[in-house]
């Protein structure tokens, strides 16, 4: 893996995914597998409840500078202060609101969501450190 770093200032051209957080691993960070009673972490081997599981955010963007469009991936806490919330509770939020509105897939964003996440972020100019 390369260790240089740096600072990319670019402007979000679009959300890529809908989907803003992750049921993740608390060792590793990675994707954990869950089904309706337990987790599992396929590249740690972490194992537990499911209710115990933790959610980290992710946010996928297409960005511009001067020169070149990226893809790239925002993870974390760096995130809490747009959302309003920790990864967690915009979890628990959603689960709530799909539970309400009688969607299926109890971990898909609201469209709502997904309106203010690119009402946030589209158009605006950010620094990412790459």
């Given at each position: ?29 990675s994707r954990l597998i869950l089904d ?6 396929l590249k740690c081997g972490c194992i ?83």
């Amino acid at each position: 893996m390369n260790s240089v770093r740096g600072l990319l200032a670019a402007s979000v051209t679009s959300i890529q995914d809908s989907c803003f957080v992750y049921p993740a691993c608390q060792k590793c960070f990675s994707r954990l597998i869950l089904d309706s009673r337990r987790f599992n972490c396929l590249k740690c081997g972490c194992i537990g409840e499911a209710k115990d599981a933790s959610y980290r955010y992710r946010l996928s963007l297409k960005i511009a500078d001067t020169h070149d469009l990226f893809g790239i991936t925002v993870f974390g806490s760096c995130l809490d202060p747009f959302f309003g919330v920790t990864a967690e509770n915009l979890q628990r939020c959603i689960q709530d609101f799909n539970q309400l509105s009688g969607e299926a897939n109890t971990d898909a964003s609201p469209g709502v969501l997904v309106q203010a996440v690119e009402i946030c972020f589209i158009g605006k100019r950010f620094i990412f450190g790459v």
